[in-house]
Structures are given as C-alpha cells and as structure tokens.
C-alpha cells in the first residue's frame, strides 16, 4: 500500500497543524519544538494525562488503531508522525491516506520486528551479531549449536529497556524461557563482550539529504539507558565506521524521518548492527541542549520539507537519565541539582515515580567528555541519596 498518496510537494509553514501518535517524553518534545516554531499540536494516545498531552493544544484520548480517532488526527493535521514504532502499520497507512505522513508504515513495520530488523539491516550490508530465529521448540537445539553459548533469547516483538529478554547458558535455559513467553517469535543472538554500545542518530529528508547527529556513547544499567556522552571517545575508524553503515540502512528504506541506529563495539573494535528506532532516541537527548539542532525539531523538519537543521556539537555533552528509582526515599534534592553548574533538568510531567520509570533526563555540559560524565556521575548520587 502507498505511504505517500497524501503527501505534500511544498513545505509546511509555521501556523499549520502537526500531529504525533503516542504521547511519552518523545512526543512531549515533539509538541515542544513544533509549539516553539508555531506549529499547532495534536496528540493521539490512549492515556490523558501522558506528557505529551499535557502540552499540545489538542488531544485525542484514543488507542492507537482506533480508525474513527485516527481520522480525525488526520484530517485536522496536515502532517503526522509517530513517537515509537509500536503505533500499527495499518494505523499509519490509514493516516498516509489523508495527510503527510513520516516515517512510512513499511519503515515502521521492519522496526517493530527483531528478526525482519535484522535480515533488512544485513540485506543493507550491515552486520549483527551472530544470531538464528526461534519459531517453534524444534528450532532450539540447532539455534544454540550455531549462535553460540552465552545467548540472549529475545522476543522479535514489542521489548524495550531490556524487557523480553533473557540470558541463556544452556539450551535447557533457552527451552524454558521461551515457554515461559509462550512460543512467540523469537531470536536467539550471542552475548558478546563489548568495547562499548554508541548509537547514531540522524535525520533524513524527502529529498534524500541526511543530517547525522555527533556519535553518544551509551551506558546500560539492567538493560536501561544510563548516560549517553558525547564526544563518544572511541577510534574516529570506529566512529566513521557506524555513521557509514547508519547511512547506508537510512539510504537503503528510502527512510524519510529521524532514525537510530544502535550498534555494538566488540573488542576487536568490530562495529555491529544492534536495532533500529525509526523516532528520536533517549540517547538523543543530549541534542536538545548541546547542537545546534535538536532531534525533535530534525523530525518536524523532515515532516514539513525544511531543509535540515544544523547537528553541529555546541559542547561537549553527558545526558543521564532520571529514573524512578531516584524518587523511592521521596522526591530527589533538587536544590543540590539545581545549584550545579551546567547541569540543564528536563522532568516529564510523570505524576508516579515507579523503579526504572523514565522521569526525566539531565543534560550535564562541561569542557570535556569525561568531565560531563563525572558530573553526571556526581548529580546520580546526589539524586539517588
Ligand atoms: N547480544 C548482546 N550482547 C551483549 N549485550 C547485549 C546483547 N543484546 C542486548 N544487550 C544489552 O542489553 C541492552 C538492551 O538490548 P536491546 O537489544 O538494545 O533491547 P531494547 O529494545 O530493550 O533496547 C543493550 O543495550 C545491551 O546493553
Ligand atoms: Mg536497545
């Protein structure tokens, strides 16, 4: 099905209506950066009080797949785009057909899958880590014979902050707990030792130009993103090497919008193919305060035809994730936060702090990489005490 019968050939001006489905801290930013250039702001999301609602000026309490809803989103806006890869395809075709849309259902529908992300992400020339599909039981044995042991089972569908996964060091291990999610569809891969995990964010435009974002360097803590710093101090042939292939995977789907991709660094300085998001990222971040153009407002750029913003690093940058884990003994001290020096606090409006519940990020700048990183270090004690 086309993606594109009502796209538009002129760009979208300021005063015209921008709409996003799904309505968490990406799509807050969303509303944010288009409320900031004059956009007028729809949210579609099932629940009303979620970030994103509480700042557009209309909102639609709806599922996702809700046609009458979707409708409606679509014929007040003349451009629409979506928070995570999770709204159904057939939601974002249905969408395409009455305004702009970005990114396409087919980009969306690769994203939602591990396993069909993987075979794109090869049949593109980029490399994942050594990994087989689970279909069925009988799949087991052969999968743990050719990926290796220790393996990570994962669902093909719907994880996120390392929800769906399990590490394996048997085959008995990978038997239960695939029973244990009911025979989904799933993929087995290697767990390898890493260098490092960076990820690449860029924006890509109806007219083909690509924007690449400064590389972040990711720390995961129990599967959730910890900090991302830039610059990502790592070989320049490491960091060459991901922007490549990112551009390669953009270039390959005819990808309109902003993407991440995340890639492994073994300890051979091998750089491998981890997922993609076709949206901004959490590791992303950092550009709301630290480029010229943030990643939100490259995804609205996209959506209207502007020619893309400038990703150019104003400083250097270490964005640390607020969790709820940092609000168990009651509220963090933010006087201590706010009296720190080039520490910039975004919250997310999120009345119930709930352990590993993103609440927030901080965006701490500073002279250097590593600088930025201890002080983001500094301010997570400081918040978790
Ligand atoms: N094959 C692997 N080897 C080593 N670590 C891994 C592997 N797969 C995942 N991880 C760790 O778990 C984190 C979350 O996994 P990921 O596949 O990115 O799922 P999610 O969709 O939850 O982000 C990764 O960022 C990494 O820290
Ligand atoms: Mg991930």
């Given at each position: 099905?086309?993606?594109?019968?009502?796209?538009?050939?002129?760009?979208?001006?300021?005063?015209?209506?921008?709409?996003?489905?799904?309505?968490?801290q990406l799509?807050?930013y969303?509303?944010?950066?288009?409320?900031?250039?004059?956009?007028?702001?729809?949210?579609?999301?099932?629940?009303?009080?979620?970030?994103?609602?509480?700042?557009?000026?209309?909102?639609?309490?709806?599922?996702?797949?809700?046609?009458?809803?979707?409708?409606?989103?679509?014929?007040?806006?003349?451009?629409?785009?979506?928070?995570?890869?999770?709204?159904?395809?057939?939601?974002?075709?249905?969408?395409?057909?009455?305004?702009?849309?970005?990114?396409?259902?087919?980009?969306?529908?690769?994203?939602?899958?591990?396993?069909?992300?993987?075979?794109?992400?090869?049949?593109?020339?980029?490399?994942?880590?050594?990994?087989?599909?689970?279909?069925?039981?009988?799949?087991?044995?052969?999968?743990?014979?050719?990926?290796?042991?220790?393996?990570?089972?994962?669902?093909?569908?719907?994880?996120?902050?390392?929800?769906?996964?399990?590490?394996?060091?048997?085959?008995?291990?990978?038997?239960?707990?695939?029973?244990?999610?009911?025979?989904?569809?799933?993929?087995?891969?290697?767990?390898?030792?890493?260098?490092?995990?960076?990820?690449?964010i860029?924006?890509?435009?109806?007219?083909?130009?690509?924007?690449?974002?400064?590389?972040a360097?990711?720390?995961?803590?129990?599967?959730?993103l910890?900090t991302s710093?830039v610059?990502?101090?790592?070989?320049?042939?490491?960091?060459?090497?991901?922007?490549?292939?990112?551009?390669?995977?953009?270039?390959?789907?005819?990808?309109?919008?902003?993407?991440?991709?995340?890639?492994?660094?073994?300890?051979?300085?091998?750089?491998?193919?981890?997922?993609?998001?076709?949206?901004p990222h959490n590791s992303g971040h950092y550009s709301l305060d630290a480029t010229?153009?943030s990643q939100f407002?490259?995804?609205?750029?996209?959506?209207?035809?502007?020619?893309?913003?400038?990703?150019?690093?104003?400083?250097?940058v270490c964005m640390l994730n607020?969790?709820?884990?940092?609000?168990?003994?009651?509220?963090?001290?933010?006087?201590?936060?706010?009296?720190?020096?080039?520490?910039h606090?975004h919250?997310y409006?999120?009345?119930?702090?709930?352990?590993?519940?993103k609440?927030g990020h901080v965006n701490?700048?500073?002279?250097?990489?590593?600088?930025?990183?201890?002080?983001?270090?500094?301010?997570?004690?400081?918040?978790?005490?």
């Amino acid at each position: 099905m086309s993606d594109t019968s009502s796209a538009r050939t002129s760009p979208l001006l300021p005063g015209a209506a921008v709409g996003v489905v799904g309505g968490g801290q990406l799509g807050r930013y969303f509303v944010l950066e288009a409320r900031r250039l004059g956009f007028v702001t729809w949210v579609l999301d099932p629940d009303a009080n979620a970030p994103a609602m509480q700042l557009a000026e209309y909102t639609i309490v709806a599922n996702y797949d809700d046609t009458d809803a979707l409708t409606k989103l679509g014929t007040a806006c003349e451009a629409v785009t979506v928070e995570f890869e999770n709204v159904p395809a057939q939601s974002l075709e249905q969408l395409s057909r009455l305004c702009q849309i970005a990114p396409s259902a087919d980009n969306i529908r690769i994203a939602q899958d591990r396993d069909l992300e993987k075979r794109t992400a090869i049949q593109h020339g980029l490399t994942p880590v050594p990994y087989a599909t689970i279909v069925y039981n009988g799949d087991i044995a052969e999968a743990v014979e050719s990926v290796g042991l220790p393996a990570i089972l994962k669902t093909a569908r719907l994880g996120y902050d390392g929800k769906g996964q399990v590490v394996c060091h048997s085959v008995a291990d990978v038997a239960s707990a695939f029973d244990a999610v009911d025979g989904v569809l799933c993929v087995l891969e290697r767990r390898i030792e890493l260098q490092a995990e960076i990820s690449v964010i860029l924006a890509r435009g109806f007219d083909h130009d690509v924007a690449v974002f400064p590389v972040a360097r990711n720390v995961h803590v129990k599967g959730v993103l910890s900090t991302s710093t830039v610059p990502a101090a790592l070989d320049n042939a490491v960091l060459d090497n991901a922007e490549r292939q990112a551009r390669e995977l953009a270039d390959g789907l005819d990808y309109h919008g902003v993407l991440a991709v995340e890639f492994f660094v073994d300890e051979q300085g091998n750089v491998l193919f981890n997922e993609m998001a076709p949206r901004p990222h959490n590791s992303g971040h950092y550009s709301l305060d630290a480029t010229v153009c943030s990643q939100f407002e490259q995804q609205l750029r996209v959506l209207c035809r502007w020619p893309l913003g400038s990703t150019a690093l104003l400083s250097p940058v270490c964005m640390l994730n607020l969790l709820g884990d940092a609000w168990v003994n009651g509220p963090p001290d933010w006087s201590a936060a706010f009296s720190k020096t080039g520490a910039h606090i975004h919250l997310y409006g999120k009345a119930e702090a709930r352990a590993g519940r993103k609440m927030g990020h901080v965006n701490c700048l500073d002279n250097s990489a590593a600088a930025a990183l201890a002080s983001a270090e500094t301010l997570l004690g400081i918040l978790s005490d």
